[in-house]
């Protein structure tokens, strides 16, 4: 399912589920657990967070399921699948400890091969690049599957990113893209694009990474995925950089327009764009203006790019040595959350914040 678009995953499954309510499947079959953590996994990465939420219920059934089950195989993708949704979310410290629990498992060739790139994705997303390293690599003796191999570049890429070694992160994307032109596989696409321009980026080639990011974005604007709150986010910063400020804004506030349409109980409110846009350029007096409109959204139901956009401010604010201001968004996140029981699963995160 990696290699599949999230949307098609999930089309997949409603078929599948049709089909074991036509054949009155028992509800303790495998296949109702296998169906569980597909869709789980593919419904955590839609932009949209009533999906997310579904898609983090389903994986908890499958947990229910899987442990019942016993040790092995289906165990291991649930706890893959978890770590990944954990991720997702930037907790973390449970991505780390699901994929380790997951990589634990009695498993050979593929079923190996996949835990351990879930464990390599936690660990670098967690800045464990060492050990994301170490996994990628031995899970590269076991993907017989090209959209395995992919993630494993990927994987690799990213380690020596966060080990700041450019030209190996550049030599492993340079063998994604001949491995994507061999195999055409969209869902990587963006994504390695995206890679690339974070690497530019971090070794100071800021215009080349504009170019990426742009040429990333082109690619995820027209679905709802999280890669395209990714990209809409690394491109924005990318023109902030480059000084394109109105173009960064007119960027978020289209995307806010867009992703909203059709979700429920959201209204347009631009200021998620405008609030970390503000902190970026330190305009502290449009920051606080801003900052009150968010904390005037009370009577709404937040989307998931609003608790992004909360994250991402916060982070903003330590970078600027802004703790105080950081403490603020933090606080006034968790009370939106109690309040409206949306993004329960953020909690972690922004409490860490208040410490």
């Known amino acids: 399912s990696h290699a599949a678009e999230p949307a098609r995953v999930v089309e997949v499954c409603r078929l599948m589920r049709n089909a074991l309510e036509r054949t009155e499947t028992p509800l303790n079959h495998p296949s109702w657990l296998r169906l569980w953590t597909s869709e789980g996994r593919a419904l955590v990465t839609s932009s949209r967070l009533h999906e997310v939420e579904r898609g983090e219920e389903l994986l908890r059934k499958?947990?229910?399921?899987?442990?019942?089950?016993?040790?092995?195989?289906?165990?291991?993708?649930v706890y893959g699948a978890l770590a990944f949704a954990a991720s997702l979310r930037d907790e973390h410290e449970d991505a780390t400890l699901f994929a380790n629990e997951s990589i634990q498992q009695k498993l050979e060739g593929l079923a190996r091969a996949e835990a351990l790139l879930d464990a390599a994705d936690a660990h670098n997303?967690?800045?464990?690049?060492?050990?994301?390293?170490?996994?990628?690599?031995?899970?590269?003796?076991?993907?017989?599957?090209?959209?395995?191999?992919?993630?494993?570049?990927?994987?690799?890429?990213?380690?020596?990113?966060?080990?700041?070694?450019?030209?190996?992160?550049?030599?492993?994307?340079?063998?994604?893209?001949?491995?994507?032109?061999?195999?055409?596989?969209p869902a990587f696409d963006a994504r390695v694009r995206l890679l690339h321009g974070s690497i530019l980026d971090d070794d100071n080639h800021h215009a080349e990474a504009l170019e990426k990011f742009a040429e990333a974005w082109s690619l995820l604007k027209d679905s709802e995925t999280v890669w395209t709150l990714q990209a809409e986010e690394l491109f924005a910063r990318a023109l902030l950089h480059d000084g394109k400020t109105d173009e960064a804004r007119n960027l978020l506030n289209d995307l806010t327009r867009r992703l909203h349409v059709g979700e429920r109980g959201v209204e347009v409110h631009p200021w998620d764009a405008e609030l970390w846009a503000s902190a970026v350029e330190k305009d502290w007096r449009a920051f606080e203006v801003v900052l009150q409109k968010a904390f005037e959204f009370e009577e709404l139901t937040p989307a998931l790019r609003h608790f992004r956009a909360f994250a991402t401010t916060c982070q903003v604010l330590e970078d600027a040595r802004e703790p105080q201001r950081m403490r603020r968004v933090a606080q006034?996140?968790?009370?939106?959350?109690?309040?409206?029981?949306?993004?329960?699963?953020w909690l972690g995160l922004f409490t860490a914040r208040l410490q």
């Open 62 to 77: 499958a947990f229910e399921a899987a442990t019942k089950l016993g040790p092995g195989v289906e165990l291991a993708r």
């Open 125 to 185: 997303a967690a800045r464990n690049p060492e050990k994301a390293k170490r996994f990628a690599s031995e899970a590269w003796q076991l993907a017989t599957r090209a959209d395995l191999k992919l993630r494993v570049h990927l994987a690799l890429a990213e380690s020596s990113r966060l080990l700041s070694s450019y030209a190996e992160a550049e030599f492993e994307l340079e063998s994604a893209q001949a491995l994507l032109e061999k195999d055409a596989f």
């Open 332 to 345: 006034h996140t968790l009370e939106l959350v109690a309040r409206t029981g949306s993004g329960k699963s």
